[in-house]
T-cell receptor
């Protein structure tokens, strides 16, 4: 199974709402990632979890809060977002470590902030 | 500053024809280079991954080359199909201090390929 799943596929939320994006993989990968992708732009790295610990935070605003409950799950909690946060949010996973392991991407969650 | 530049920005070809996409990078220290295919609204799917010592790698009709001296890579698609229509993204990974390579990817802007019947 080389699949990364993400839910929901689409999400519309107001600026005062609190919502969460979910990501799951069962490949035994120990590194998981959140990316943000605007239309016609490449993905931008937001967070990296390695062995369930946050190892990279690319200066993301605090209205985005990641969580890694276990080695298979990755959440992104959203609160007080702005319309410019509307984007495709991609989750990815890899074996991690020092070798050039491939990152497997999920299908993404299309987020619209109204 | 680490950068990845791709050309052309967009390309239109007829079904059955071949094409080559280009990628130049200035990422240092270099770890590996990947080519991804991304359909609209979907996550990227890996086509190839190459380290410093690899010059070429194939995956079906996709063949990637890497020249680590000139910091250039190409992706050649043979006998194109309608399903090849997508964005092709060149991604270069840099080493973090301590030798770990995960996470720090520099993405190119992508080449949008359209295959017409």
């Amino acid at each position: 199974d080389t699949e990364v799943t993400q839910t929901p596929k689409h999400l519309v939320m107001g600026m005062t709402n609190k919502k969460s994006l979910k990501c799951e993989q069962h490949m035994g990968h120990r590194a998981m990632y959140w990316y943000k992708q605007k239309a016609k732009k490449p993905p931008e790295l937001m967070f990296v979890y390695s062995y369930e610990k946050l190892s990279i935070n690319e200066s993301v605003p605090s209205r985005f809060s990641p969580e890694c409950p276990n080695s298979s799950l990755l959440n992104l909690h959203l609160h007080a977002l702005q319309p410019e946060d509307s984007a495709l949010y991609l989750c990815a996973s890899s074996q991690g470590g020092s070798a050039p392991y491939e990152q497997y991407f999920g299908p993404g969650t299309r987020l619209t902030v109204t | 500053k680490n950068q990845v530049e791709q050309s052309p920005q967009s390309l239109i070809i007829l079904e059955g024809k071949n094409c080559t996409l280009q990628c130049n990078y200035t990422v240092s220290p270099f770890s590996n280079l990947r080519w991804y295919k991304q359909d609209t609204g979907r996550g990227p799917v890996s086509l190839t991954i190459m380290t410093f010592s690899e010059n070429t790698k194939s995956n079906g009709r996709y063949t990637a080359t890497l020249d680590a001296d000139t910091k250039q890579s190409s992706l050649h698609i043979t006998a194109s199909q309608l399903s090849d229509s997508a964005s092709y993204i060149c991604v270069v990974s840099a080493l973090y201090a301590g030798g770990t390579s995960y996470g720090k990817l520099t993405f190119g802007q992508g080449t949008i390929l359209t295959v017409h019947p």
